[in-house]
């Protein structure tokens, strides 16, 4: 019998199958307003993505409501205006197969620097996850269960985060 070792930044082997019970889930960042951002960077969002992805499984409810294979979008901003988190969406995407939540934090500039204020940004983008998955009957587990080492994570790697 051949075996084949395909190293996981290879992706996936030609003739294999994804797992089709995963949901997809990724995370983007546009800041509209000078000044007024989060300093994660493109490997953030990949992990994050990655992360988050790996712990939810398809939601019958989800797939009634938008369709099969669809996947989640967060497009993450932030505003120095506002007190309370503002979520916008769900918009749809039907030709992409894509369901889209704009997530505006606010804009916090604590003592002691970026770490404060990732931190910050960090429980409230996982807060709003749960909350647009746990609206789709989705199991939010995993997230809740493994919240605290993902946010560490994510603190402590100088590649997720410009200084």
């Not at 030609?14 to 997809?24: W, Y």
């Not at 951002?37 to 993505?49: D, M, R």
């Not at 990655?50 to 993450?76: H, L, P, Q, T, W």
């Not at 988190?85 to 934090?105: A, N, Q």
Request: aromatic share 14%.
């Amino acid at each position: 019998m051949l075996s084949l070792f395909v190293p996981p930044e290879w992706g996936i082997p030609f003739g294999c199958m994804r797992n089709k019970n995963k949901m997809k889930i990724y995370f983007s960042q546009i800041y509209i307003e000078v000044g007024v951002t989060y300093p994660f960077t493109h490997i953030f969002q990949k992990y994050l993505s990655d992360e988050i992805s790996a712990r939810v499984n398809e939601s019958a409810e989800f797939s009634e409501k938008f369709g099969e294979g669809y996947s989640i979008m967060f497009r993450i901003s932030a505003k120095s205006d506002i007190e309370n988190m503002e979520i916008k969406g769900p918009t749809v995407f039907k030709k992409d197969k894509d369901v889209e939540y704009s997530l505006f934090i606010p804009f916090k500039d604590f003592e002691g620097g970026a770490t404060k204020s990732c931190e910050y940004a960090l429980n409230v983008i996982v807060d709003v996850v749960l909350q647009v998955l746990f609206s789709y009957k989705f199991d939010v587990s995993g997230i809740e269960k493994d919240r605290k080492g993902l946010i560490e994570r994510i603190l402590n790697d100088v590649e997720m985060i410009r200084s």
